[in-house]
């Protein structure tokens, strides 16, 4: 018997943390309002419009991905935060299956039955003021008006169509697309393992098992601020001998990109997220590109990341999955890397699974992966189940005392008064005041400020040259029509560090 969940998980039973629940003032105020709008949209629908989030930014996948839907996921059943507000739940969501994958036909027929619902005000939901600009919205219309438009978005790509998402400041968690990049290498020190490996078998394994660890903090369940293009992020782990940082560059389509390097490895990024809208889900796919070099061969490792789905927005209880094949490949040996997400099915059934294989040229399996995402990855030769080796364990990382469900790793990274806020130039997230005052707890000084980095968001994305986008610290390389390639320049550490005066206005973003 080979090795298989069933197995291993039983070995595995105490590394796998508890799931993360929502904080009850979270759980709260994600009940309220959150419409979608197509821009440049009147009426209703047009005067709640409080900032705009990109659809194409559901987030980098895994991570990415689609943290602005999350506001219920729990292991327990909970209505979707969007069929509370249009007062949609009831009998129909208790009828609704705890998981599983809908049809385009069920989608379909679950918008008809709210839109419906809301026409004959059968509807109530909960109800909350809408303010916009001083004035009181009607919210009842602004719901029939605003869901209308959302029905007509049903089997559009979202970045084509040109849609975005209007939420109030309590969706929101203090961070940004860049730092939740950032969190894919929360468990960076598996990479370092793989470096170390002389054995090519072992060094994939664990460079796989680092791969699926980026999946680890995408239960978390609000969402990021939009970065605004030539916005940065950066982190720098001593310790762990990591350095990262990452640079928005345009938002439609969105594209962001990001190095970082470990001890024997570097790391480039490309996030291009396309989300497609299916009426009680949405499938969001990153077009982007990533590659690990190894500093000892220069041997590369490229893959890309499988698909997301935001599932049951209106009826049943909302939650992210991760599933399809991910292919490592590298440019100096045959070997590959094989690796299924499961798609999660009724009654939650094989949600979070991963399971892989690692082959040598011939195509013969040498190695056996196994594990969840959400918490850890173990290997076997084929046939040999008994003797498993832990790649990687997520562990209780998720910090008991943070109000907003942060991972260790990342608890830190808005808190005022730090080395990394000090040091951080202009461009930095750290210098976004509607993220530190919403860290800070002044949600209203955040949503004026919000406002105010929308605006600049706006205006900025307006005067970029869409088709030949350009960075400070990152190039084009390798231009096809297919896809561009980016590479670090390697300057920003240096140039960050010595900026003198002029160049801080000159670079000044918030």
């Not at 480039?268 to 997220?273: F, I, S």
């Not at 889900?281 to 190894?294: A, D, P, Q, T």
């Not at 008064?417 to 997230?429: H, I, N, Y």
């Amino acid at each position: 018997m080979l090795c298989s969940h069933a197995n291993l998980n039983r070995r595995a039973v105490r590394a796998e943390p508890n799931r993360a629940e929502a904080p009850v003032s979270d759980m709260n105020a994600a009940r309220n309002a959150c419409v979608v709008q197509q821009r440049c949209s009147t009426g209703a629908a047009g005067a709640a419009r409080q900032g705009r989030s990109s659809w194409g930014y559901a987030q980098h996948a895994p991570s990415a991905a689609a943290f602005w839907l999350r506001a219920q996921l729990s292991s327990k059943r909970t209505m979707s935060t969007w069929s509370q507000w249009l007062g949609i739940g009831g009998s129909a969501d208790e009828q609704a299956p705890a998981e599983g994958t809908q049809t385009a036909e069920d989608d379909a027929k679950t918008v008809e039955k709210v839109r419906e619902a809301l026409a004959t005000g059968q509807a109530t939901g909960e109800s909350h003021h809408l303010v916009y600009e001083g004035k009181e919205v009607n919210e009842e219309e602004y719901k029939k008006s605003a869901f209308a438009q959302y029905a007509s978005m049903v089997g559009m790509e979202m970045n084509q169509a040109g849609v975005s998402l209007s939420l109030p400041i309590f969706i929101f968690e203090p961070s940004t697309t860049l730092s939740r990049m950032c969190e894919t290498w929360e468990f960076s020190h598996v990479m370092n393992t793989a470096a170390e490996q002389t054995d090519p078998v072992m060094r994939y394994a664990y460079a796989s098992a680092a791969i699926v660890s980026g999946y680890a903090h995408s239960v978390r369940l609000l969402k990021p601020f939009d970065s605004v293009p030539g916005e940065t992020f950066e982190l720098e782990d001593k310790d762990l001998g990591f350095r990262y940082v990452g640079e928005h560059i345009r938002d439609e389509p969105p594209l962001s990109v990001a190095f970082c390097e470990g001890k024997g490895w570097t790391f480039t990024e490309d996030v291009q997220v396309n989300a497609k809208f299916h009426g009680n889900s949405v499938e969001i796919s990153n077009k982007g590109h990533r590659k690990i070099v190894f500093l000892d061969t220069g041997e590369v490792l490229t893959w890309r990341f499988p698909t997301t789905s935001v599932c049951n927005l209106f009826v049943g209880s909302s939650y992210v999955d991760h599933y399809g094949s991910l292919f490592i490949t590298s440019n100096k040996s045959d070997y590959e890397v094989d690796l299924e997400f499961s798609q999660c099915g009724w009654f939650e059934s094989g949600r979070y699974d991963v399971t892989g294989h690692i082959k040598d040229g011939s195509g013969k399996d040498v190695l056996r992966l196994v594990g969840k995402w959400n918490s850890h990855v173990d290997s076997c030769k084929p046939g040999d189940e008994e003797h498993v080796t832990r790649l990687w364990t997520a562990g209780e990382h998720v910090d008991a005392n943070s109000k907003w469900n942060y991972t260790n790793f990342s608890e830190n990274f808005f808190k005022a008064g730090t080395e990394a806020l000090k040091s951080a130039p202009p461009t930095d997230s750290r210098r976004r005041k509607d993220i530190m005052k919403l860290y800070e707890g002044h949600s209203k000084e955040a949503s004026e400020a919000r406002s105010r980095i929308e605006q600049i968001r706006v205006t900025r994305s307006q005067s970029l040259d869409k088709d030949n986008p350009t960075a400070r610290w990152f190039t084009p390389a390798n231009v096809s029509e297919a896809f561009t390639e980016w590479e670090y320049t390697g300057k920003y550490w240096e140039a960050t560090r010595n900026l003198t005066d002029e160049q801080r206005r000159e670079m000044t973003l918030f």
